[in-house]
């Protein structure tokens, strides 16, 4: 399970999965405690936009909050994120 940071957000970690490198790029949002059917799943969007695909145990704000730090640092993200996959940003063809 890559982490894109080892660090907690809203009290989540940021990380994809091995087989999930085969979809457009995004996050899951959640703590090693709970499967990840329990985490949350965001697309990227290539002007770091996120389109939420399932909220999962998270509430509003903490949505929002990683929402607003993938915003500021999908590049970074991105970059972490094409060491695994070739697929891009969601919405790209």
Same mark, same amino acid.
């Given at each position: 399970?890559? *982490?894109? +940071?080892?660090? @907690?957000?809203? !009290? ?11 979809? &457009? ?7 090693? @405690?709970?499967?990840? !059917? ?15 695909? *399932? ?12 929402? &607003?730090?993938? @915003? ?5 993200? +991105? *970059? @972490?994120?094409? *060491?695994?996959?070739?697929? !891009?940003? +969601? !919405?790209?063809?």
């Amino acid at each position: 399970m890559p *982490k894109y +940071y080892e660090f @907690k957000v809203a !009290g989540y970690y940021l990380y994809f999965t091995s087989h999930c490198v085969v979809e &457009a790029m995004h996050v899951h949002a959640g703590d090693t @405690k709970h499967s990840e !059917g329990m985490a949350a799943k965001f697309f990227v969007r290539n002007n770091g936009d996120t389109v939420l695909q *399932k909220q999962g145990i998270l509430n509003d704000r903490e949505i929002n909050e990683i929402s &607003a730090f993938i @915003k500021e640092n999908y590049i970074d993200m +991105y *970059k @972490k994120w094409k *060491k695994k996959s070739t697929e !891009g940003f +969601y !919405g790209e063809e």
